[in-house]
């Protein structure tokens, strides 16, 4: 169910409707999602996972390095964003997060507006 992006709570759910007698707990559940990521990690860590998977999707992605080693900046878009930035590009709001993941980056998002008011994510970056 993790693989199909069910939240933790609807799979606690629908396995107390399939057991009720099931013992499970909320934190089981976390357990073995953090443990079936990490599998399908394997020894790399989030950034080297999220760079493969950049890579693998084909996503516009560019980065800098401090060191050789500690990513410094990271942006990426995915390809369909950058037609649809190019039929819309009028406006685009910008917004940033300060420093609220793992890794103390700010979080900048790049959101465009289409003509009948929509809204799209165009970018994102790790600064």
Request: glycine share 2%.
């Amino acid at each position: 169910m993790t693989k199909s992006m069910v939240k933790p709570r609807n799979i606690l759910l629908t396995l107390k409707e399939h057991n009720a007698n099931s013992c499970t707990t909320i934190k089981q559940i976390y357990n073995a999602r953090s443990a079936y990521r990490s599998s399908i990690r394997g020894a790399d860590t989030e950034m080297q996972h999220l760079m493969k998977l950049l890579e693998r999707d084909q996503y516009i992605h560019w980065h800098r390095l401090k060191d050789e080693v500690v990513v410094r900046d990271l942006f990426w878009c995915h390809p369909d964003a950058v037609k649809l930035c190019n039929t819309c590009h009028l406006v685009f709001l910008i917004d940033s997060t300060y420093k609220t993941n793992k890794y103390r980056l700010s979080l900048l998002d790049f959101v465009g507006v289409t003509p009948t008011a929509m809204t799209f994510s165009t970018g994102f970056a790790y600064l």
